[in-house]
């Protein structure tokens, strides 16, 4: 039976460069399970196929605007009956629990940037199959971070390695951070903080917006309403996990 390492949260303070350190001199140890395995030298992902085999995605009848599975509701869940998103409807890989949310801290708050390499094929066949031929456009990152954000590390390889068409048209100014916000709070936070560059051109009619963790919609509904202002008629979503 395979063992389990400790989680990223329980894991210990990140040292400043231990982590690409680390990746470089044992790349084939995987985050789930520990294990060594052997990684081809063009997959770099650190999850052996075991484990990804194990990870559960999103199946069953799901809501029509957020992606939230649906128990005894009818479309649409409970949550977006209530709350009105610029985006016609969002789909996730993922729930945001266990083997997944550890596996988003790893690539978020240590650093495990390989991480990139397993995210970016199961992105690049859910575009595929839910919204094939349509331009992503990524979520833009707090001016801070840059090309050094999760998202945009994600979006160079649906480029490079899946041909997705990838528009890099919005900015996002510095703020206030959203995670202890609710989705009326993250909404007046963002506010006038995310437009689309000038001098791009026209957009496409249609556009998947991308991210990696679904928590509010907040967010994907800003970016959503700045695109729709600069003529695109429809917005969809898309993101690695979905907070339930």
């Not at 081809?40 to 599975?69: E, I, N």
């Not at 266990?98 to 495990?112: E, F, N, P, Q, S």
Request: include cysteine.
């Amino acid at each position: 039976m395979k063992r389990r390492v400790a989680s990223a949260e329980n894991a210990g303070p990140a040292v400043p460069g231990t982590a690409v350190v680390l990746e470089a001199l044992f790349p084939g140890r995987c985050l789930v399970c520990g294990e060594w395995m052997p990684i081809p030298p063009k997959s770099r992902a650190p999850v052996c196929p075991d484990c990804a085999a194990d990870l559960l995605p999103m199946v069953g009848r799901l809501c029509s605007r957020c992606g939230t599975p649906l128990v005894s509701e009818d479309g649409t869940c409970c949550r977006c009956r209530g709350t009105e998103f610029a985006f016609l409807g969002h789909r996730s890989l993922f729930p945001y629990s266990g083997t997944v949310r550890d596996l988003m801290a790893h690539y978020k708050i240590r650093g495990r940037r390989s991480l990139a390499f397993f995210f970016a094929p199961l992105l690049a066949g859910m575009l595929s199959s839910a919204y094939a031929g349509l331009d992503v456009v990524p979520v833009p990152p707090r001016p801070h971070k840059g090309r050094r954000d999760g998202v945009e590390r994600i979006a160079r390889i649906l480029e490079r390695r899946h041909g997705v068409r990838v528009r890099r048209v919005l900015r996002r100014t510095e703020g206030a951070a959203q995670k202890t916000l609710d989705f009326a709070a993250r909404q007046r936070n963002l506010e006038g903080r995310i437009r689309v560059l000038a001098g791009i051109g026209a957009l496409p009619e249609s556009i998947v917006l991308m991210d990696d963790v679904f928590t509010t919609g907040a967010t994907m509904d800003a970016c959503a309403r700045a695109l729709l202002s600069a003529g695109v008629r429809t917005v969809y979503a898309a993101s690695i996990a979905i907070d339930l």
